[in-house]
């Protein structure tokens, strides 16, 4: 039987990166086929190959045996080929069906043509067992929700004549709860059922075993893996994803031993912009010797704790006493208290990317006196530290400039060791007192990921106290001693890690079980 | 086809970028020389001779620059923080005012002090209503968020009806036969001559230490540091615990300084008194002027020589071969452009057949 698609030999290089190299790979009709490998390994560019954003520099794209002309996005919609990316794409304030017409429509007719395409998503929504209220406003929707219309967009708008035959999903569950994931995973069997042909690009182990067929793993631009899920384990993966094998740091069960009270916040409530509690009573205590871990889906008031702890908040009503001393809501005062800050967002909020490293590794200290004089920055003394920060924490990236590095040249990897080395050396050989992690791995590689595990148990074992707050529940169970859920502002019990299990959790995102008493 | 930034730009490319887009500003400029009817060869020749060609052109030269280093620097710090204050040329007025209005205290007498107490006590005057002029516009921004660029640029309006109606009122020369002027300041309080026959002034001086000493804020010290972080990222300048408000209050102070001693020096250096007619835009040519130097204070210099050598160039060409002086302002206003294109060809390439830029 023809293949669904076929790609044959394909290499591209940018300039002497070469980011696919020679890359064969076949989907069968109603496969789900995982594309999986690190940042950088190569995905992205195979599918914007395949999307005809780029031009493959070798190889064929075929599609049911037709060669599909390079590098025409519309080429690949008028075959059949269906995209989901990443990040939503839908207009907020349109209704379903409106989101479904924008851009499928040819822009120069007088009217749309709104009962056709009407007609044409409920039929594709049945067909497939999604449903979706066309007239639904998009902001009233859930995440889960924009996702299925996103699919559906796909669905719809690609191969109008024929069909879409081919869809593909770009780290669909990046966004979701558990659940939501769930009910992800049981339409793509729908989609599969009915002969459609899925890839689906990840980077978790986890939910690649439990959806795909086969599984492509990437590495470094080349393929170095096609193999049946059936036939795979998670430590094989990730070993193949990684070249080597990993180990991921755990946290010993049992391993905290009580210690005193670093952190308490007693009813803490924090207002937004218009009113509305975004952290809304929030009760917690934290330990040192012990890590305790937020989960929760992003959007939930984590932003709002985590800046309350960076000292860049101020509480509207209750208590939050560091060391048992209120705490004034200046960033200056917390790291003076021994807190060490890891900001969620590296690029944005962690880092001046236009400085170079040096500077970025004593941008929190810089006034101090080990860094300064009279106002004028011992440049000497700041420089040496960078050095000695990027030997410590193992910051690669800066061979040809040294620590004059422009630091946005560095990888999302590096740039979170530049930060970690900098909150966890603030104080020489001393353990801060606390250390608030913020999404610490979101992006990384695993290697990367590894790293951070270990530094964050390491300063545990020093005697931090750890407050990490994560979406990804693999890193959660990992690492934490004690686990609070976030939902709508209110914050669970923290409860040790050994009495929550995924579905407890899973309902608590959702809101279930929070507020019960 | 889409631009992609570099990871690093070369120290030749760097270079290369100021040089490139001064021919091709001279390139495009040749076709309005050409329109106007004149040898193009010719005109550049006099434009530069005019500008650079002799001991007066240097000394013109090098007169129109003093006031343009100074908003120069007063832009380039405040661009820096991205504190856009396109209000020098209204701090460079009251900064004047404040100037005349101390050295002319008591009808020009100035109570009889010593004129070296009353001379730093006006520029004292100047730099200070220059800064209090910005003060309130950095304040609304770094409270409120109301934007600089609206604020500042009204000032300079309400700043220059102001001065007309002092030198029309309060502040007029009663021995200037009626001309809305004010009171010349008293031969002490003139800054000496720099240059013999020649009309430039130490004021020359002062501005090429301050913007030495800028360069070395910038560069050496917690402020600039600060500074340069805030303007490059602000939100993580905060989370680092750096006090981004104050520190765009400071810079204001600062900027406004600059720009207000600007007026002061040109008083005290070249007019002696003032008129409504006193800069012709060099609080305006000041943003060009930072901008054509990348906002690094050595640089305001070079390109404050060049674009007052531009002008003063521009002024000989059109008496001989009678092409309009505004060409100069075509001139200027084409490199600012050409420049920021070639900045950002420097620091970006252009990469074609790619939508994403990163290979993942």
């Not at chain 1, 009407?118 to 594709?124: H, I, N, S, Y």
């Not at chain 1, 061979?399 to 530049?418: C, F, I, Y």
Request: glycine fraction near 10%; charge should be neutral; aromatic fraction near 6%.
């Amino acid at each position: 039987m023809t293949p669904a698609l076929a790609l044959t030999g394909i290499t591209k290089r940018f300039g002497s990166l070469v980011a696919n190299d020679a890359i064969s790979l076949t989907l069968a009709q109603g496969e789900v086929l995982a594309l999986l490998g690190e940042n950088g390994a190569g995905k992205s560019t195979l599918v914007s190959i395949l999307f005809g954003h780029y031009r493959a520099d070798e190889g064929t794209v075929e599609v049911f045996g037709q060669p599909l002309p390079p590098g025409q996005p519309k080429a690949a919609l008028a075959a059949g080929i269906g995209m989901v990316h990443q990040h939503f794409t839908l207009a907020d304030n349109l209704s379903v069906l409106d989101n479904v017409l924008l851009g499928t429509e040819p822009l120069w007719l007088p009217f749309s043509r709104r009962r056709e395409a009407r007609a044409a998503l409920v039929d594709t929504a049945q067909r497939f067992g999604l449903q979706v209220d066309p007239d639904a406003r998009v902001a009233e929707l859930s995440v889960g929700e924009r996702q299925r219309v996103e699919i559906l967009k796909a669905l719809v708008s690609v191969g109008q004549r024929k069909g879409a035959r081919i869809l593909i999903l770009d780290e669909p569950t990046a966004v979701l709860t558990p659940a939501e994931a769930e009910s992800l995973f049981a339409t793509l069997q729908q989609l599969v059922a009915q002969g459609l042909g899925v890839i689906f690009i990840s980077h978790k182990l986890d939910e690649v075993l439990r959806v795909s067929h086969r599984i492509a793993v990437l590495r470094g631009g080349k393929l170095v893996a096609t193999l049946p899920a059936a036939e795979a384990d998670k430590a094989m993966l990730a070993e193949l994803m990684v070249g080597r094998r990993v180990e991921m740091p755990r946290r010993e069960p049992d391993a905290a031993v009580p210690q005193a009270e670093v952190c308490t916040l007693r009813g803490a409530t924090v207002r937004g912009a218009n009113g509305r509690a975004v952290l809304d009573g929030v009760s917690l205590s934290l330990h040192a010797g012990e890590i305790v871990a937020i989960a929760g889906v992003a959007g939930n008031g984590q932003q709002a704790l985590a800046e309350l702890l960076f000292g860049l908040r101020e509480l509207d009503a209750g208590e939050l006493m560091l060391q048992g001393r209120a705490m004034p809501a200046r960033a200056s005062a917390w790291m003076q208290a021994g807190v060490a800050r890891i900001p969620e967002d590296r690029h944005a909020v962690g880092v001046v990317g236009d400085l170079p490293v040096w500077e970025n590794a004593v941008l929190e200290r810089f006034a101090t006196p080990a860094f300064s004089k009279l106002g004028v920055i011992k440049r000497g003394a700041a420089r040496q530290h960078a050095q000695s920060l990027i030997e410590r924490y193992d910051v690669r990236g800066t061979q040809s400039a040294g620590v004059d590095t422009p630091t946005r040249a560095l990888s999302g990897g590096n740039m979170q060791k530049l930060i970690l080395g900098r909150a966890l050396m603030a104080d020489g050989e001393k353990a801060p007192v606390l250390i608030v992690a913020d999404q610490p791995t979101w992006g990384l590689d695993i290697g990367a990921v590894a790293y951070v595990h270990r530094q964050l148990l390491d300063a545990c074992a020093k005697g931090s106290a750890v407050l990490l707050i994560s979406e990804d529940l693999d890193e959660i169970f990992a690492l934490a001693d004690r686990i609070a859920v976030m939902h709508h502002g209110h914050l669970s019990e923290a409860k040790p890690a050994a009495q929550w299990t995924l579905t407890d959790i899973g309902l608590a995102m959702t809101g279930e079980a929070v507020h019960a008493p | 086809m889409h631009l992609e930034r570099r990871a690093q730009t070369s120290r030749a490319l760097q270079l290369a970028a100021p040089l490139i887009a001064i021919a091709f500003t001279l390139a495009v400029s040749s076709l309005l020389v050409l329109w106007a009817g004149a040898p193009v060869g010719q005109a550049y020749a006099l434009l530069i001779e005019g500008g650079f060609g002799s001991r007066f052109a240097w000394g013109e030269t090098l007169t129109r620059a003093t006031p343009l280093i100074l908003t120069g620097l007063a832009a380039a710090v405040a661009f820096r923080a991205r504190l856009f204050n396109i209000g020098a040329e209204g701090q460079l007025y009251v900064g004047a005012l404040a100037a005349v209005a101390v050295g002319g205290l008591h009808g020009g007498s100035g109570f009889e002090l010593s004129p070296w107490l009353l001379f730093p006590l006006m520029m004292v005057a100047a730099a200070l209503a220059g800064a209090l002029l910005l003060l309130g516009p950095a304040l609304m921004k770094s409270r409120l968020g109301v934007d600089e660029v609206v604020t500042t640029l009204l000032l300079n309006f309400i700043v220059l009806l102001f001065v007309s109606m002092m030198l029309d009122g309060p502040m007029k020369d009663p021995t200037a036969m009626g001309w809305p002027q004010s009171v010349a300041l008293q031969d002490a309080l003139q800054l000496g001559k720099l240059i013999e026959r020649s009309r430039v002034h130490t004021g020359l001086l002062g501005a090429l230490v301050l913007a030495v000493l800028l360069w070395a804020l910038l560069k050496f010290t917690t402020t600039g540091f600060q500074i340069r972080a805030v303007g490059a990222n602000a939100r993580a300048s905060a989370f680092a615990g750096m006090p981004v408000g104050w520190v765009t209050v400071k810079v204001a102070l600062l900027s406004g300084a600059l720009a207000g001693l600007a007026g002061a020096i040109e008083v005290a250096g070249r007019t002696g008194y003032l008129t409504l007619d006193m800069s012709p835009g060099y609080g305006y040519s000041g943003i060009v002027i930072a901008m054509l130097a990348a906002l690094n204070p050595l640089g305001v210099v070079a390109a404050a020589i060049f674009v007052a050598g531009i002008l003063v160039g521009a002024d000989s060409m059109s008496r001989a071969v009678n092409v309009p002086t505004y060409i100069a302002d075509v001139i200027v206003s084409v490199s600012l452009l050409s420049m920021l294109v070639a900045t950002l060809f420097a620091q970006y390439r252009v990469v074609f057949n790619r939508r994403a830029s990163h290979a993942g």
